[in-house]
């Protein structure tokens, strides 16, 4: 049933909706544009490639799952297989291509996935001859998992997660197609016990394994690499409390208390990195603290003479390195679709605020669990919970140790991945 009303319905619609909201949104005439002259590429990039090795296919719907993805990548590429990326979206274009891998070859391919056609991905797989499928975390596009197992290509998830409220679990419909998908799957592996019980429950005939989160190992990684933007030396006697990927419901309920910790705490520094900082965003934010000696971070360097209690980054890219100079941090997204990365900050040792929509998080739940981490939903909330934090110094730098070592113990799955996956290729 399921292959009749994807083909023949849902993806034509899906196909139709995107190029009439591709007039309006950037994004995604962007990414539609991506998809142009990609199997001219392919098979450019393609005549590298010795047929005799093993190819593994690596596919992440966007740029937090690439790197995800990233660790296991490198393990494959310095253990000399050859390896494929595709994505869907332009920040995972972006990213990706500006990204340093690294390992001792690069990828034989890294674009855009073709349309998602029983046509296109049956070209796709006679043209890369795949030896294995690697998705992560839940992208999945059904012809593509249909056709690959079709061809007897094994197919693995890695860094599974199947949160409690998500349609693919809380709906008849989304378990019922979706239970059918994670059928053709070698093996899940997935976050937490409580995603395996999840998938479990979708279909209980499926091979499913917790295995913990690739993205440990990669912030890890990425932690020990990062260089922060050039402050002026004063910078490293403040105390910084940085705003990372903020919307404006994340603004409303922290900007009010912020704005009175600044003038009650003279050491402290505000820096704001809004999600997507536009010019409105910039502007909005430069209108609230406008009584504060703000200044945007492509203004400034090392020997910048102004003095300032504010930063505003307006550009985007740099915000895990910026946390390296933070002292506390508050993540946004908790008050839209879900919070984002808070595994970040807390590698650098800062203790955590973000808004109460963490569901999507296991990591926050974890650390919200151990106290580690600090849920709000409203100014009321934050405000003392931040004025404990500011007036104890070194409870605050405990806690934030504590949050580093909980991400630190946490590593280890990249390379448990790795051996079973290349294990399984070796003996077919």
């Known amino acids: 049933m399921w292959p009749l009303l994807y083909n023949f319905l849902f993806f034509p619609l899906i196909r139709i909706l995107a190029y009439l909201f591709s007039f309006r949104n950037t994004k995604i005439r ?16 393609l005549l590298k490639r010795d047929m005799t090795g093993k190819l593994i296919w690596f ?13 296991l990548l490198e393990l494959f590429l310095n253990n000399d297989y050859d390896c494929v990326v595709t994505y869907n979206s332009v920040s995972a274009e972006k990213w990706i291509h500006k990204s340093k891998i690294n390992a001792k070859k690069e990828p034989l391919f890294l674009d855009y ?44 998830l890695i860094s599974a997660t199947l949160h409690a409220k998500t349609k693919r679990y809380s709906s008849a419909i989304g378990r019922s197609l979706y239970g059918d998908l994670y059928s053709r799957f070698k093996l899940i592996l997935t976050v937490t016990e409580d995603d395996k019980r999840r998938f479990l429950e979708t279909n209980a005939g499926l091979n499913v394994e917790a295995f913990g989160d690739t993205r440990f190992d990669s912030v890890i990684s990425r932690r020990d ?4 933007p050039d402050f002026p030396a004063y910078v490293q006697k403040k105390r910084v409390f940085i705003v990372g990927s903020c919307w404006p419901p994340d603004e409303k309920c922290i900007f009010p208390v912020l704005k009175e910790a600044l003038a009650k705490y003279p050491d402290l520094m505000l820096i704001i990195a809004p999600h997507e900082p536009t010019s409105e965003h910039l502007k909005d934010s430069e209108d609230f603290f406008k009584d504060e000696k703000l200044v945007r971070l492509s203004a400034l ?16 890219g740099v915000l895990s390195s910026i946390y390296k100079v933070g002292d506390f941090a508050y993540v946004g997204g908790g008050f839209t679709t879900g919070v984002h990365n808070v595994m970040e900050p807390c590698a650098f040792g800062l203790p955590v605020f973000f808004g109460p929509f963490h569901y999507n998080s296991p990591e926050a739940l974890q650390l919200v669990s151990d106290q580690l981490a600090f849920p709000v939903n409203n100014s009321e909330d ?41 294990r399984e290729i070796n003996e077919n």
Not at 59 to 71: K, M, R
Not at 116 to 140: A, E, G, M, N, Y
Not at 225 to 228: G, N, R, S, V, W
Not at 301 to 316: C, I, P, Q, R, T
Request: aromatic content about 10%.
């Open 30 to 45: 962007e990414s539609l544009n991506g998809k142009r002259g990609l199997w001219k590429r392919l098979e450019s990039h």
């Open 301 to 316: 360097n090392a020997n910048s003479k102004v003095e300032f209690n504010v930063v505003l980054v307006d550009s985007v």
């Open 225 to 228: 690499k990062q260089i922060p």
């Open 382 to 422: 934050f405000k003392p919970g931040l004025e404990r934090l500011l007036s104890n110094p070194d409870k605050a730098r405990q806690l934030g140790q504590k949050a580093r070592q909980f991400i630190e113990s946490q590593a280890g799955a990249s390379e448990k991945c790795f051996q079973i996956i290349s």
């Open 113 to 156: 996935i073709p349309f998602d056609t029983k046509r296109s991905i049956r070209r796709w797989i006679q043209t890369v001859k795949p030896s294995v499928l690697v998705f992560v975390k839940f992208d999945l596009w059904p012809n593509l998992i249909w056709q690959t197992s079709k061809a007897n290509i094994p197919i693995y």
């Open 59 to 71: 596919h992440v719907p966007s740029a937090g799952e690439f790197l995800q993805a990233q660790p």
